[in-house]
């Protein structure tokens, strides 16, 4: 993840009280709106992470496969990452 945890959640509670203080949201709790918010931005934000991992894993399984062809593992790495966006239909 290209932003630490601690940022993120810095960012949820100052997108949560902005929201709060612009009457866009309504709530008794703040803290479990940003809780939520924090969450929410956590799994957008590790998405290509979590692609990456499966990659990874596909390459893996290939790994044989691409030695014996001599195929490029930076140009499968980005041709499987780019199916796979496609796939789960992700911005990144």
Do not use: C, W
Request: charged share 35%; proline share 1%; hydrophobic share 40%.
């Amino acid at each position: 993840m290209l932003l630490s945890k601690e940022y993120v959640g810095y960012l949820a509670r100052e997108t949560v009280k902005r929201l709060a203080a612009a009457d866009f949201i309504e709530t008794k709790s703040l803290p479990a709106v940003t809780e939520k918010v924090h969450a929410a931005m956590l799994d957008e934000l590790s998405l290509e992470d979590r692609i990456n991992d499966e990659v990874r894993v596909i390459l893996e399984a290939y790994s044989d496969e691409m030695r014996n062809t001599g195929a490029d593992y930076q140009e499968m790495f980005r041709k499987v990452k780019n199916e796979l966006v496609r796939k789960y239909k992700a911005v990144l």
